[in-house]
């Protein structure tokens, strides 16, 4: 039994995607071109994530010097003001700066930057002497301070000691803070 005969339809066309061989080189070429729009909007996605997470943890960090003004004026607030520095640095700065971290990873692998850029090594070394700092010196002075505050003793020869050191780590990470900066956003030959 013989096929009818459809008028306007061309014959001897093989039905789509059977027996064309190779494939068209117009169908590679728009592939590759939404395959790069996904990865230049996946690229513009996380360098929005990675600003806004630093623009989050500088900022909390930032704040933590006008916690510590307020604080002097009242030392019967001393104590609500340091476990307010302590819920920022941990529930708010820290993640940040976790998030900051491997965004800023994954646009070193995605941007096709390479890894042993100068400026990038300089900026990831500062980064874990922040981080280092941080939680070594910083986090265990302020729970000291927190300590001492909650008992009432917050014009002690330690608590002023600590108080010192805790002002005079705040510019220095800040000043390293800052370096980073410098090194992401002009990214120098060195």
């Not at 010097?65 to 002097?72: E, I, K």
């Not at 520095?85 to 995605?110: C, E, H, M, Q, W």
């Not at 939680?135 to 010192?164: H, N, Y």
């Amino acid at each position: 039994m013989s096929r009818p005969d459809h008028k306007g339809r061309r014959q001897g066309r093989r039905a789509r995607g059977v027996g064309r061989g190779r494939e068209r080189p117009e169908d590679n070429a728009r592939v590759r071109h939404r395959a790069a729009g996904l990865m230049a909007f996946f690229y513009t996605l996380l360098k929005f994530i990675h600003i806004a997470a630093a623009i989050t943890a500088v900022g909390s960090n930032i704040t933590y010097g006008v916690w510590n003004a307020l604080a002097a004026r009242e030392a019967a607030h001393m104590s609500f003001m340091l476990k307010g520095i302590k819920f920022l640095d941990d529930r708010i700065a820290n993640p940040s700066y976790g998030v900051l971290f491997l965004t800023g990873l994954l646009l070193i692998f995605i941007g096709h930057w390479s890894i042993t850029s100068l400026w990038i090594i300089v900026a990831i070394v500062l980064f874990v002497a922040v981080a280092v700092i941080g939680f070594a010196v910083f986090s265990p002075l302020l729970k000291d301070q927190i300590r001492l505050a909650d008992a009432g003793d917050t014009a002690s020869p330690e608590f002023t000691r600590l108080s010192s050191r805790s002002r005079m780590l705040g510019p220095i990470l800040g000043i390293i803070v800052i370096g980073i900066l410098v090194m992401m956003v002009f990214k120098p030959a060195l």
